[in-house]
């Protein structure tokens, strides 16, 4: 019902920066919130940053100003703009919406991309 494409991901040094895209297509009635997760090897998978309709942004803490997230409602798209890369943002990264499949949904319903992988070297 609601499908995700990422893009953006690839390999950097250390001080890099890349931009990751996500865009949502499929049927639904409204996207709530949108964000982005990431996991590392061997980590259990944490917010990167999160940005709802309306209302606050959320950031990780080891975000410390170096990401932006931004979202473009009208063409149903996420970004995540990264700056100062740093060898332990190495990860894959996943977009996350939360939609409403319908007017008569009272709470939205959670979907994930596939994945897209930054590496950052040193």
């Known amino acids: 019902q609601v499908q995700l494409v990422e893009s953006g991901g690839g390999s950097v040094q250390a001080g890099g920066s890349l931009t990751l895209s996500c865009k949502a297509s499929?049927?639904?009635?409204?996207?709530?919130?949108m964000g982005w997760y990431r996991q590392a090897p061997g980590k259990q998978r944490e917010l990167v940053a999160s940005?709802?309709?309306?209302?606050?942004?959320n950031y990780g803490d080891f975000v410390q100003g170096r990401f932006t997230i931004s979202r473009d409602s009208a063409k149903n798209m996420v970004y995540l703009q990264m700056i100062s890369l740093k060898p332990e943002d190495t990860a894959v990264y996943y977009c996350?919406?939360?939609?409403?499949?319908?007017?008569?949904?009272?709470?939205?319903?959670?979907?994930w991309g596939q994945g897209t992988q930054v590496t950052v070297s040193s």
């Open positions: 940005i709802p309709r309306t209302g606050s942004i």
């Open positions: 996350n919406v939360r939609v409403f499949l319908s007017s008569l949904n009272r709470l939205p319903k959670s979907y």
């Open positions: 499929g049927s639904f009635f409204s996207i709530s919130a």
